[in-house]
């Protein structure tokens, strides 16, 4: 079995980013790592992987070469390998670009799942893994919360609001894998100098077949603000207006 698990370096979310003057984020010596949400995705593969006997996991990801420290972290928690892409074209690619850079970036080898964590904790768009989906022409099967793989093909358990869905689907797929599927595990001193050892192949646009027309961004950052501060709320007393109050406030917060 072959796993393509979609990882990405992210800063310290505890931070405060630097913006640069183009509105976008600067990476380079900022501090940061794996992205928590793609661990889980990694622990499902590396899971899969084990209850299966064999099986080769590739880390897939796409930045500057900042993000080898993602890959790093991967390898060291048991992935064989890493890809990571990375072209000065790619600064500022939005979500669709990067789809359609670590969809050509798949292409180059047999798989048989990609897996994904549900969102980035940067971006918060949640929409690379469904549109790598889409450009692979293969099912997407998202939120994730149990999966079970039996002759070619998975069953997961799908998180819902009222509780879960069970989704049925033929090898290969892409899919996503929700914060509460797994336990990641700690990578052990064996591990982290294993990875040292480990092949991570770089990548441009023109390894892909893509050129700059490819990766144009439709989406731009056209201004940056700070978040305004936080207002004081507001008591209400309690009385014979008081139901009416909280109905009015709710209103005007468009909650109801």
């Known amino acids: 079995m072959n796993i393509v698990v979609l990882t990405k370096w992210v800063p310290e979310p505890e931070g405060t ?23 889980y995705g990694l622990e499902a593969a590396l899971q899969l992987v084990e209850a299966a006997g064999d099986g080769e996991i590739t880390l ?3 930045g500057p ?5 993602a890959l790093q972290r991967g390898l060291a928690m048991g992935a064989h390998k890493g890809v990571r892409i990375t072209d000065e074209s790619l600064r500022g690619a939005d979500s669709l670009v990067t789809a359609r850079v670590l969809a050509a970036a798949i ?8 897996i994904g964590g549900v969102e980035s904790t940067d971006g918060y768009t949640g929409i690379v893994p469904a549109a790598i989906a889409e450009l692979l022409g293969l099912p997407g099967l998202t939120f994730a919360r149990e999966l079970h793989l039996s002759d070619g093909t998975l069953t997961i358990e799908r998180q819902t609001a009222a509780g879960y869905d069970v989704v049925v689907a033929p090898l290969p797929i892409v899919i996503t894998v929700t914060a509460g599927a797994t336990e990641p595990r700690y990578p052990s001193l064996k591990g982290v100098m294993a990875a040292k050892s480990k092949p991570v192949e770089t990548l441009t646009l023109s390894d892909l077949g893509l050129s700059g027309d490819d990766v144009t961004p439709t989406q731009t950052v056209a201004e940056v603000t700070d978040a305004p ?12 207006t008081t139901a009416a109050r909280i109905a009015d406030v709710l209103a005007e917060a468009k909650v109801i």
Do not use: H, N, S
Not at 17 to 39: H, K, Q
Not at 65 to 69: D, H, N, Y
């Open 17 to 39: 980013p630097t913006i640069g003057e183009d509105g976008l984020l600067v990476r380079e010596g900022a501090d940061g790592g794996l992205d928590p949400g793609d661990e």
């Open 60 to 62: 897939l990801t796409m």
């Open 65 to 69: 070469e900042i993000a080898q420290a």
């Open 107 to 114: 292409k180059r080898q047999p798989f048989d799942l990609v």
């Open 229 to 240: 501060p936080k207002q004081g709320g507001e008591t209400v007393e309690f009385d014979d």
